[in-house]
């Protein structure tokens, strides 16, 4: 689940410098986190420094923000999306 | 006795004296008296006369006022019978609409509380069940199903 502004590739042949952050429930091993190092830095078409932030209240999955933009993938995110679904 | 002539004109003399002097001193005093009495009588009964005449005049001017205040207030109460009988009808019509305007509310109320009810019993429900659901995958997840999630958060990602 993608969550936040616009998604908003950099003009491409420009590379950039940007942080992002991982949340996740507990310790991603080092593919999983290359992984989701690399897809990000094509999506951004820019070298992204990724802190690993560790928060079991996610229960499972990731949370990755990247200049602001919010991508949730987390148990937590899904069964908060389902409860509004419910509830509308 | 013997009555002779000087003394039958002595007591005819007398009874003259007398006469004549109870009609100076005693006939014309009473018969004026008596003349008087009858005037102020007469002048009474002529004062009682025109006294009735009076009260009988003004009787009739009282029954002829009392007759038209009695054709009035009639006639007033006969409109106010009206009027009351329109403002009874008035009244009626607007409580009706009133009591119609308040059970159309106080449906809408119900409904609106009915729904209210709804959404609250669906969202307790909702947490309820999202809460157990919460507590069952935090016990139950492993590290092959998070990195599924990771794998379907890239899918979604692109």
Redesign the interface.
């Given at each position: 689940?993608?969550v936040g502004a616009d998604c908003h590739p950099p003009l491409p042949g420009y590379h950039m410098f940007l942080k992002g952050k991982i949340v996740?429930?507990?310790m991603?091993d080092d593919d999983?986190i290359t992984?989701?190092t690399e897809?990000f830095e094509k999506?951004y078409d820019a070298n992204i420094d990724f802190t690993v932030e560790i928060n079991?209240s996610i229960?499972?999955?990731?949370i990755?923000t990247v200049q602001g933009d919010v991508?949730d993938?987390s148990?937590?995110g899904r069964?908060k999306s389902?409860?509004e679904q419910?509830?509308k | 006795m013997y009555f002779g002539l000087p003394t039958i004109v002595f007591y005819l003399l007398n009874l003259a004296v007398v006469f004549v002097a109870l009609r100076f001193l005693v006939y014309k005093p009473v018969i004026r008296f008596l003349k008087k009495r009858e005037d102020s009588v007469a002048q009474m009964l002529d004062d009682a006369r025109e006294e009735r005449d009076k009260a009988q005049a003004a009787h009739e001017v009282y029954e002829a006022r009392m007759e038209q205040t009695q054709k009035e207030s009639a006639a007033i109460l006969a409109e106010a019978g009206k009027s009351a009988a329109m403002r009874a009808e008035d009244i009626i019509a607007k409580a009706t609409a009133e009591a119609a305007e308040i059970k159309k509310r106080a449906e809408r109320d119900i409904e609106n509380e009915k729904q209210h009810a709804r959404?609250d019993l669906?969202?307790e429900?909702?947490?309820t069940?999202?809460a157990i659901?919460?507590k069952v995958?935090?016990r139950e997840?492993r590290?092959e199903?998070?990195?599924r999630?990771?794998e379907?958060?890239?899918k979604?990602?692109?």
């Amino acid at each position: 689940m993608i969550v936040g502004a616009d998604c908003h590739p950099p003009l491409p042949g420009y590379h950039m410098f940007l942080k992002g952050k991982i949340v996740t429930a507990s310790m991603l091993d080092d593919d999983a986190i290359t992984d989701i190092t690399e897809r990000f830095e094509k999506r951004y078409d820019a070298n992204i420094d990724f802190t690993v932030e560790i928060n079991s209240s996610i229960i499972g999955g990731v949370i990755v923000t990247v200049q602001g933009d919010v991508y949730d993938g987390s148990v937590r995110g899904r069964l908060k999306s389902m409860r509004e679904q419910i509830t509308k | 006795m013997y009555f002779g002539l000087p003394t039958i004109v002595f007591y005819l003399l007398n009874l003259a004296v007398v006469f004549v002097a109870l009609r100076f001193l005693v006939y014309k005093p009473v018969i004026r008296f008596l003349k008087k009495r009858e005037d102020s009588v007469a002048q009474m009964l002529d004062d009682a006369r025109e006294e009735r005449d009076k009260a009988q005049a003004a009787h009739e001017v009282y029954e002829a006022r009392m007759e038209q205040t009695q054709k009035e207030s009639a006639a007033i109460l006969a409109e106010a019978g009206k009027s009351a009988a329109m403002r009874a009808e008035d009244i009626i019509a607007k409580a009706t609409a009133e009591a119609a305007e308040i059970k159309k509310r106080a449906e809408r109320d119900i409904e609106n509380e009915k729904q209210h009810a709804r959404r609250d019993l669906r969202s307790e429900l909702a947490d309820t069940a999202l809460a157990i659901a919460q507590k069952v995958i935090k016990r139950e997840i492993r590290a092959e199903d998070n990195r599924r999630l990771i794998e379907d958060f890239f899918k979604e990602v692109g």
